[in-house]
């Protein structure tokens, strides 16, 4: 959590890949369309009970946000953007 950073690096065959280190919003798809709200916190991670109380943020953590809890969808370390959808 904190500003925006990323971190590009190398992979096989000469490619590219764009990791996300922090970010302080996450895109949320709900009914009405996409949404790029803050979050506040990190509430469940299945990945490790550890990642909770440092707030890592990996694909299937819920978190809380300003629309309410959401779970990850996309991958942070491997595309370097946070999607996610609502938990009702």
Known sequence: MGPLRKASGRTFGGNSKMKLLRD???NVAT???IKRVAFSSVLENE???HFVRRNIITKGAIVQTELGKARITSRPGQDGVLNAVLIE
Do not use: Q
């Open 24 to 26: 302080s919003h996450v």
């Open 31 to 33: 009914k009405e369309g």
């Open 47 to 49: 990945a490790s009970r």
